[in-house]
């Protein structure tokens, strides 16, 4: 298993759709998620105990308990089997134990914990408005090269200088606080073409040079803090690993203010940019060859290393 005892974030309760059971694979197990008309969360074993079906394709009944969709077997959010011959049901389907932070789904994919769940999420949603989630998509790359694009600063340059035009990374300061760090960066730009602008209006506000303060929480996310024409804009880049060679990224968003009417016009764009930038980080990790020792090395590249570190000390 990868980074056993590891808190994961799996999803933000406005992933998932009312009584629609949703499949989600992590540290190599199937899983079915779901979301009952009181908001109320839970998660079992994707299969079936019976025989072998898959839960994620059946439904989900008032009293909400998931039925098979082969022989329509009913089970509770505990993993017990509803059987009219029997009061009281052993569980039978494994739970996934969840742990709930506000809207934020965590788990520790059934492992002893190791490290305890931050609670910057928390702080985020009383200090700044969510306005959605960018992504949900699958990589076809091994959690830990997932992770390292996350904290190489120097990657932006070449990666996303279709949509950013970045010509120049700076680095004012690295801070290593154990599984905790502190990233303080400037990216200067060129300027965007005409036709850049028309295609994506979010352009139109990132400022010049874009100032961006990452806090890196090993190894479920790293928060980036920037200006956009919401004001103060959050993203939270989000992985967890499904197999050995797949990845899920997401990435919830915040913004500083509110501005009425004008949201349903501003907050498009910031969140197609932000799926941007996925689909660019996507498109380069999953066309690289297979890892190997770098013969060469970059400047700024110590929360490259510091995250390297964790995990293989881990």
Request: with cysteine; net charge neutral; glycine share 4%.
């Amino acid at each position: 298993m990868i980074l056993p005892g590891a808190p994961w974030l799996i999803a933000h309760k406005s992933m998932l759709k009312v009584n629609k059971p949703k499949l989600f694979t992590i540290c190599g197990q199937d899983y079915v998620l779901w979301k009952n008309e009181k908001g109320e969360i839970s998660a079992l074993e994707n299969i079936c105990p019976h025989m072998g079906a898959k839960l994620s394709d059946g439904w989900i009944c008032p009293d909400n308990t998931i039925a098979c969709p082969f022989h329509a077997l009913e089970f509770d959010s505990e993993g017990k089997a509803i059987l009219p011959n029997e009061k009281i049901s052993k569980p039978l389907a494994k739970q996934l134990k969840l742990f709930l932070q506000g809207d934020f789904i965590w788990t520790y994919a059934n492992q002893e914990p190791k490290l305890t769940i931050p609670d910057i999420l928390e702080k985020l949603s009383t200090q700044f408005r969510f306005i959605g989630v960018a992504g949900d998509v699958t990589i076809k790359a091994p959690f830990l090269d997932a992770l390292e694009i996350n904290h190489d600063v120097n990657h932006a340059k070449g990666t996303h200088r279709e949509l950013f035009r970045i010509k120049e990374t700076q680095v004012d300061e690295f801070q290593d606080r154990g599984y905790f760090s502190v990233s303080t960066i400037k990216h200067i730009r060129d300027k965007n073409t005409l036709n850049e602008y028309l295609q994506n209006i979010a352009l139109l506000f990132s400022p010049n040079p874009v100032e961006i303060v990452l806090e890196n929480y090993f190894p479920s996310f790293v928060v980036v803090y920037s200006d956009s024409p919401l004001g103060k804009l959050v993203q939270v880049f989000t992985i967890y690993p499904q197999n050995k060679n797949t990845t899920r990224i997401f990435i919830p968003l915040f913004t500083e203010k509110s501005f009425g009417i004008f949201n349903s016009i501003l907050e498009p764009p910031t969140i197609k940019a932000t799926e941007e930038v996925i689909r660019q980080d996507v498109t380069m990790l999953e066309n690289l060859y297979p890892r190997f020792e770098p013969k060469i090395r970059l400047s700024h590249e110590e929360p490259l290393h510091w995250v390297r570190q964790l995990y293989h000390n881990w």
